[in-house]
């Protein structure tokens, strides 16, 4: 037995799963605050802030006597309100409503006023999506957006000679004027399959001619979790000088490769840092956008590329930031309804539902990768989170929010007869759906 390898191994899971964890706690904590939150603003007593369930590992009484605790079960999280029957708040307790006077009663879940109800249920989502929004807004504030004109602030390193310089403002590439990003976007679409490209850059007021690379070269920006670049070893930074034995100069000229190839093994020969080195992968069915923005099958190895340098940056404005961070957040909300209506449809395969296995992978991956994608990925974590939950679906958020809509429609709630068989098919669907995300994780490549 290779005990180093089994050590490596045990290491990596338990890193993954810390990672999980951390991830889910937050996120998890979030959610409860806004329904903890919401619940108390709107004069509905909290008698438990939960994260995780089981035994308690540690607790406290604060001064508005609610009980903060951490169990042992760290996999999600509950806000138990005054009269509530158990943690998801299905029913109330017909024991402890009877011992309340009208006017304590007026504090529970289940005898305050409609409107009380229905915002505390829908602020845990919404807490979720503000979460989004302020990281993504942050990051970007943090990091900067690219100035207007394209002008190169560090050069990525490459095994091609390079004339260009940080600081070098690009005016055109291989005869495009090139004034913004989206120019520069289309110029390289249109860049020919050379090594070297002609270049007119503003430099140190002068307007020079020089050579460089390709505008977006094979150059590896991230690596996707679960992907055949990832089991390959591939890293970012790697340059992909062939594929099959033929050359690659152009990132497009390694997609068209790949998309030829149908799944079959391509051998790679990469550069990394001044060494060159072949590997053997199968690229893979995974989810990529149509020509009318859908979403489809289509054969991936799992990398993203970008342009050959880092953009110089200005610090955008605290609403500039912001409403990027909700154009983000909007962003994986419409690819999520896209990705499953692509489904119902047959175009994509549902295999490319994740359950908990494939989102600590993910999570463990973007954690390996660095503090800031381990940050994004939780705020995009936070999203999804968010949406599920307001599915109309009974035990989930969107399912109580369902009822509280019929209360007001009808001016009387669901019997408590409905109520349970409601609550019942909504549990059997969440654990149908637990499990068919559980066997993808374990039987889709």
């Known amino acids: 037995m290779d005990f180093p390898a089994l050590l490596t191994s045990l290491g990596d899971t338990l890193y993954t799963a810390l990672a999980f964890v951390i991830a889910l706690s937050v996120i998890v904590a979030v959610h409860e605050y806004g329904h903890y939150i919401v619940g108390r603003w709107s004069g509905i007593k909290a008698e438990v802030f939960s994260i995780g369930f089981g035994p308690k590992l540690w607790s406290r009484m604060d001064r508005h006597g609610t009980r903060w605790q951490v169990a042992a079960v760290p996999f999600g999280g509950y806000v138990k309100f005054l009269g509530d029957a158990n943690a998801a708040s299905a029913g109330a307790d017909s024991d402890t409503m009877s011992r309340l006077t009208a006017e304590e009663r007026r504090h529970t879940m289940h005898g305050a006023p409609l409107w009380a109800r229905a915002a505390t249920v829908a602020a845990g989502p919404i807490f979720n999506f503000i979460l989004s929004i302020a990281v993504f ?19 990525k390193p490459l095994p091609v000679e390079n004339q260009l310089m940080p600081g070098d403002r690009i005016l055109s590439v291989d005869g495009h004027d090139t004034p913004d990003y989206k120019a520069l976007g289309d110029a390289a679409d249109l860049m020919p399959d050379a090594a070297n490209v002609p270049y007119v850059v503003m430099r140190g007021g002068e307007e020079i001619t020089v050579t460089g690379p390709t505008l977006i070269p094979p150059l590896v920006l991230a690596v996707l979790p679960k992907s055949a670049a990832m089991d390959a070893g591939l890293l970012e930074g790697d340059v992909i000088l062939e594929m099959n034995g ?28 001044g060494e060159t080195f072949e590997t053997t992968l199968a690229p893979r069915n995974r989810p990529v956008q149509a020509e009318d923005g859908t979403l489809e099958n289509g054969y991936q190895i799992g990398i993203s590329g970008s342009f050959m340098f880092d953009p110089a940056t200005r610090t955008p404005g605290v609403i500039e930031a912001l409403r990027a961070g909700v154009l983000q957040t909007w962003g994986i909300v419409a ?111």
């Open 335 to 445: 690819q999520t309804f896209s990705a499953m209506s692509s489904m119902i449809s047959g175009k994509l395969s549902t295999c490319n539902l994740n359950g908990p296995v494939g989102m600590a992978q993910a999570t463990g991956a973007a954690a390996s990768a660095g503090i800031a994608s381990f940050i994004w990925l939780i705020a995009a974590l936070s999203t999804a989170i968010g949406l599920l939950n307001l599915f109309p679906i009974p035990v989930l958020d969107g399912g109580h929010l369902v009822f509280h809509a019929y209360e007001w429609a009808t001016g009387r709630p669901p019997s408590d007869r409905v109520m349970n068989a409601a609550m019942a098919v909504g549990l059997t669907i969440v654990l149908a759906l637990m499990l068919f995300g559980l066997s993808n994780d374990l039987f889709c490549s």
């Open 137 to 155: 807004g942050a990051m970007l504030f943090t990091t900067g957006v690219a100035t207007e004109a394209p002008e190169i602030a560090a050069l």
């Open 246 to 273: 033929t050359p690659v100069i152009r990132f497009d000229d390694l997609q068209a490769i790949v998309k030829a190839s149908q799944g079959a093994p391509v051998t790679l020969k990469v550069w990394r840092a």
